[in-house]
């Protein structure tokens, strides 16, 4: 699984923790990731045995994502502990703090990031 698989499953699972529904739009918008991967991605976790869709509750033409593993499940747990360690972290950062680390992972990202680095001589 790779960094995205892995995020969308940790969307997926805490919208199913709020007992909220994510259509795939929505997880396109919170992954920040074209529709198109979204569909490649949502076809890869539905054949992995992650997620299935199923029919929005209000709205017949839409779809919902349905984590397949339930909160009783090691993996749920697993992320859900993480994800509230990490959720405490994060709060606990002054705004200060908060916009320094931004500024600072902003930074590495950029880098980091390949598109439009000059490419060394092959």
């Given amino acids: 699984m790779n960094d995205t698989d892995l995020s969308a499953l940790a969307h997926l699972l805490q919208a199913d923790h709020e007992d909220r529904t994510l259509r795939p739009i929505d ?7 074209s529709t198109a991967s979204t569909t490649t991605l949502i076809d890869r976790l539905e054949k992995s045995g992650h997620l299935t869709r199923g029919a929005h509750p209000t709205d017949k033409r839409a779809l919902v994502l349905i984590p397949t593993m339930g909160e009783n499940t090691d ?3 697993t992320f859900s502990v993480v994800y509230q360690r990490m959720l405490a972290v ?3 950062l002054t705004p200060t703090e908060a916009e320094t680390v931004s500024k600072f992972l902003g930074q590495m990202t950029a880098a980091i990031d390949t598109e439009g680095a000059p490419h060394s001589p092959a």
């Fill in 27 to 33: 997880l396109s918008r919170l992954l920040n990731i």
């Fill in 75 to 77: 993996v749920y747990r």
């Fill in 90 to 92: 994060a709060q606990s």
